[in-house]
């Protein structure tokens, strides 16, 4: 059974870091794209990040590009997601998804994790 | 970006009834659109991947067709447990992008 544990949310203030963790299980990891898809309170979806199997391709949204960095650990089957010079707008809920196919980017999402909630404010 | 508009943004429906949901893509997308479910206070969860393809598990009530920039997502049968907000959203550029939702409601 795919398990996908998120972690690393809380409250950061205007200009400040988190890092996010996501431990998976279940599958065959490396062979995945992993992805970040964000929900703010009451709104829609968004992808800010994915990264390939390998590790080698990565995507950020424009929002994001340049303020975070995705990265895995294939030996521990876990994805980060680093979160600089946050602001008030980056608040969501952060979901860990894994692809359904092995591509460059994420696709189609197929398994999420619970979410992790971050709350970006003074 | 390619933008997804769903609709309606809401519905409400009686127990058994047929529930449709339109996507419209801003530009010809060929299949790459899915289908998610999310119920309240809840992850979203894939129903329909690439227009038509019900994932593994997934009742049949549920089903998906279209193509290019028009798309329906269909509840052949409106159950009680289904219940939620549903999204379309196409992969076929980056970004990928999400349709608003439509949130479906018992009557």
């Known amino acids: 059974e795919v398990q996908l544990l998120d972690s690393g949310g809380g409250l950061a203030q205007p200009g400040g870091s988190l890092r996010l963790s996501c431990a998976a299980s279940?599958?065959?990891?490396?062979?995945?794209?992993m992805s970040w898809v964000r929900q703010a309170p009451g709104k829609g979806l968004q992808c800010v990040s994915s990264?390939?199997?390998?590790?080698?391709?990565?995507y950020y949204a424009d929002s994001v590009k340049g303020r975070f960095t995705i990265s895995r650990d294939n030996s521990k089957n876990t994805v980060f997601l680093q979160m600089k010079s946050l602001r008030a707008e980056d608040t969501a809920i952060y979901y860990c998804?894994?692809?359904?196919?092995?591509?460059?980017?994420?696709?189609?999402?197929?398994?999420w994790g619970q979410g992790t909630l971050v709350t970006v404010s003074a | 970006d390619i933008q997804m508009t769903q609709s309606p943004s809401s519905l409400s429906a009686s127990v058994g009834d047929r529930v449709t949901i339109t996507c419209q893509a801003s530009q010809d997308i060929r299949n790459y659109l899915n289908w998610y479910q999310q119920k309240p206070g809840k992850a979203p969860k894939l129903l329909i991947y690439?227009?038509?393809n019900l994932k593994t598990g997934v009742p049949s009530r549920f089903s998906g067709s279209g193509s290019a920039t028009d798309f329906t997502f269909t509840i052949s049968s409106l159950q009680p447990e289904d219940i939620a907000t549903y999204y379309c959203q196409q992969y076929k550029k980056l970004p990928v992008t999400f349709g608003g939702g439509t949130k479906v409601e018992i009557k």
């Open positions: 998804v894994k692809d359904f196919y092995n591509g460059d980017y994420g696709t189609v999402f197929d398994h």
């Open positions: 990264i390939s199997g390998s590790g080698s391709s990565t």
């Open positions: 279940g599958f065959t990891y490396i062979n995945y794209v």
């Open positions: 690439d227009t038509s």
